[in-house]
């Protein structure tokens, strides 16, 4: 039992420090948008096929007035670099890591309800249920929003641009949360189980 705890307890803490990490990932994220200097980017995967015009051709470096947006290296896997960016670009080029980390701020908080009953020695319980299926939900999400959302920001990030119409999506495969996320789910299922027959079973005592 001891040794049980003493598990429960680190996972408690790891599931703390995950926490603490996405606040400073966010807070860090808030710092770089509302700075107003440098040079800003963000890795994309490129289809040159879809080129409007050759107004993207490879740069080594961005040039032109502040907001230029450019692409650089000559491979399909390029970055998008933005000289001087306003305001709005600069929360464009972050917003799907700052959701990103929302998200999973949001599934370790969540976790770390179920771990406390792991220590109190009783998850087998209707609310534990409910709470993997939020942390199942939650993980779908990170697969299909912040994807869309990246996607949403780079066409805002290349509007009005000579790169305008080009097929460029983000460089993050989060396919890995919605296969996770619908085993959490499967999970939640047992939980909701477990949780019935334990209590069918003291209703029989």
């Excluded at 003493?6 to 400073?24: D, K, M």
């Excluded at 805002?156 to 396919?175: C, V």
């Amino acid at each position: 039992m001891s040794r049980t705890q003493t598990s429960t307890r680190w996972l408690e803490a790891l599931l703390w420090c995950g926490v603490a990490f996405v606040v400073l990932v966010l807070a860090l994220g808030v710092s770089q948008i509302l700075r107003s200097d440098g040079v800003d980017m963000r890795a994309v995967w490129f289809d040159p096929y879809s080129t409007p015009t050759q107004a993207d051709a490879p740069v080594t470096e961005p040039s032109g007035p502040p907001g230029t947006v450019s692409l650089v290296t000559p491979n399909f896997d390029r970055t998008v670099m933005v000289a001087q960016p306003t305001l709005y670009q600069r929360f464009l080029l972050l917003a799907p890591d700052l959701l990103t980390a929302l998200l999973l701020g949001a599934v370790a908080l969540v976790f770390l309800r179920v771990v406390r009953t792991l220590r109190a020695g009783d998850p087998f319980i209707p609310p534990n249920a409910r709470r993997f299926a939020v942390i199942g939900a939650l993980l779908i999400g990170l697969a299909v929003v912040v994807p869309w959302a990246e996607q949403l920001a780079l066409a805002q990030l290349l509007s009005g641009t000579p790169m305008e119409g080009t097929r460029i999506t983000g460089r993050d495969d989060f396919r890995w949360a919605g296969l996770v996320g619908v085993g959490v789910l499967a999970l939640a299922e047992v939980f909701r189980h477990g949780a019935r027959l334990r209590a069918d079973t003291e209703g029989l005592v």
